[in-house]
Nanobody, 122 residues
Framework: QVQLVESGGGLVQVGGSLRLSCAAS????????VGWFRQAPGKEREFVGR???????YCADSVQGRFTISRDNSKNTVYLQMSSLKPEDTAVYYC????????????????WGQGTQVTVSS
């Protein structure tokens, strides 16, 4: 079993930056893909990006060039660095992990954190 805990959310102004963390316990994430998703009120959960076991990063078009993902295997933690934030980035952000899946579909990831709120004010 893998337990994931997100942190780093908060209130930020338009154009600001935040770094979210996804800390894992129970198992090492070395061979897992870790995805970031977000869900705004009244909307479906949306893929933001993922980092594969080999640190390959893929981000959705909506955040390309503004968000990036990295992993620190020594800390068993994955980060989502967000910059040039917009009001439409406001959502609860979740990290998810899976030992085999490498994709963008939320229901394919086995392990999820509880989420952290990001609010971008204009």
């Amino acid at each position: 079993q893998v337990q994931l805990v997100e942190s780093g959310g908060g209130l930020v102004q338009v154009g600001g930056s935040l770094r979210l963390s996804c800390a894992a316990s129970g198992r090492t994430l070395t061979t897992y893909a870790v995805g970031w998703f977000r869900q705004a009120p009244g909307k479906e959960r949306e893929f933001v990006g993922r980092v594969d076991w080999n640190s390959f990063v893929y981000c959705a078009d909506s955040v390309q060039g503004r968000f990036t993902i990295s992993r620190d295997n020594s800390k068993n933690t994955v980060y989502l660095q967000m910059s040039s934030l917009k009001p439409e980035d406001t959502a609860v952000y979740y990290c998810a992990a899976d030992p085999k899946y490498r994709g963008t579909h939320a229901n394919e990831y086995d392990y999820w954190g509880q989420g952290t709120q990001v609010t971008v004010s204009s």
